[in-house]
């Protein structure tokens, strides 16, 4: 069977992203082919993990850190590809006065490096946050102006990712500001993934690739069904701007949060992995049910985000009635495929192999939720032939299409 159109052209990418082997899972660095001895491209795919903020917002401590490192172990998130835990805003109090930034040393008692050693120990990666202006959201003390000394203080205490929020920023310069945090990490001499987080408002698609692993594209999410559909939507315009190493970042997981239903959960974590999103559980790890761990931990489903080709997938049909196609070329030639149905009934779905970038003929198809196979099903090009699901309301029925070439079975 031959690929048309979108597909080939991405799969044509997987020649110069794809490169010296697969890329693994949760954005862990890799060689970068030409690049001097030891270089490496981090968050060469999607990089996934937990952050504080969703969930426990200004409550963060010690305690709770070491807590979700247990339990991201216990659970199994971390065989899954989950690594990084991100403590969000409010563990910093001050600046002593020597310029260093100070933890608050009640609720962090053991310092900031023993808390990384924690983590590490555990075989994960630690994460902390600041912001580009001189204040954070909650008003604690920010990076700006000090750029350097915060870069070789995390690199001291064995940070792996910071997310940089833009809070009493918005008279500065972005690209300038967020570079000037790119120089200062890799003077550090520690590899750092920088988190921009500006929440689009200075088309961060346009440049963030020169000094981010992953960019904010819209404003915060929150843990409802409307929140969701219009990040989809407004993720969905810049999908031409992410790839290995520099990804839209539509916001992290409300998965287990309270506020959605099972389904929506699904359709929720389902669609970041269509959009290779990074993949940030929010929801408390120590206390999640049986049924909010399998969707956090769906190993096809996780599969298709971490593809080492890398290509965000977007909306190839959408029929104004609530229900959308969505496709993700993969780097072995499948094609994932997301049908959303964003209306409260189900309905049933259809799409043709034409409008996921095949050519008619046979391909497998599997359920990446059911964990089933679908058999062999044959396109041959007419409305009759057309794929057909029903699709539960504000759900999903995620796919994976495997095109049968010629020769083969």
């Known amino acids: 069977m031959k690929k048309t159109g979108w597909l080939q052209a991405s799969l044509a990418l997987c020649l110069a992203a794809c490169v010296g082997g697969d890329a693994g899972t949760g954005g862990a660095p ?16 999607p990089p996934m993990g937990f952050n504080t903020w969703n969930r426990f917002a200004c409550d963060v401590s010690e305690e709770l850190v070491r807590g979700i490192a247990d339990a991201m172990v216990a659970s199994g998130m971390r065989d899954a590809g989950y690594e990084y835990v991100v403590i969000d805003d409010c563990w910093q109090v001050e600046r002593g006065t020597d310029d260093l930034i100070v933890p608050d040393p009640e609720r962090f008692p053991s310092g900031m490096k023993a808390l990384a050693d ?12 600041t912001d580009a202006g001189p204040q954070t959201c909650q008003g604690r003390p920010g990076s700006y102006g000090f750029e350097e000394i915060d870069a070789v203080t ?8 910071v997310k940089v929020d833009w809070c009493h920023a918005d008279s500065l310069n972005a690209p300038e500001r967020y570079a000037r945090f790119r120089e200062a990490f890799d003077a550090s001499g520690r590899d750092m993934v920088l988190s921009i987080c ?11 690739a020169e000094s981010g692993q992953l960019w904010r594209t819209t404003a915060d999410i929150s843990d409802d069904w409307e929140s969701v559909k219009w990040i989809l939507e407004a993720n ?7 790839g290995p190493g520099h990804w839209n970042d539509p916001d992290m997981l409300e998965v287990g949060n309270g506020g959605m239903a099972l389904e929506e959960y699904r359709a929720h974590f389902s669609l970041w992995a269509m959009m290779a999103a990074p993949l940030m559980a929010g929801n408390d790890l ?10 956090l931990t769906n190993a096809e489903v996780i599969a298709v985000d971490q593809d080492p080709l890398g290509v965000q997938g977007k909306v190839v049909l959408d029929r104004g009635y609530g229900f959308q196609v969505w496709a993700k070329p993969l780097a072995d030639g499948a094609v994932a495929v997301a049908l959303l149905n964003q209306r409260e009934a189900e ?4 799409f043709s192999w034409h409008e996921i970038g095949l050519d008619p003929g046979p391909a497998t198809v599997r359920d990446l939720w059911r964990h089933e196979d679908s058999g062999v099903h044959v396109d ?5 032939s057309r794929f057909r699901r029903p699709v539960p309301g504000h759900g999903i029925v995620m796919l994976r299409v495997t095109p049968i070439v010629e020769g083969e079975g």
């Open 118 to 129: 924690y983590v590490h120990d555990r075989g994960l990666k630690f994460g902390v946050y």
């Open 236 to 242: 969905n315009r810049h999908h031409a701007a992410a």
């Open 286 to 295: 120590r206390e999640m049910s049986d049924e909010i761990r399998a969707i």
């Open 198 to 208: 500006e929440w689009g408002r200075n088309l961060p698609w346009e440049w963030a």
């Open 347 to 350: 309905m049933e779905g259809s």
């Open 30 to 45: 890799e060689e970068t082919p030409g690049a001097p001895a030891g270089s490496v491209t981090l968050a060469a795919t």
């Open 380 to 384: 041959d090009g007419t409305i009759a």
């Open 154 to 161: 995390y690199a001291e205490w064995g940070v792996d990712y």
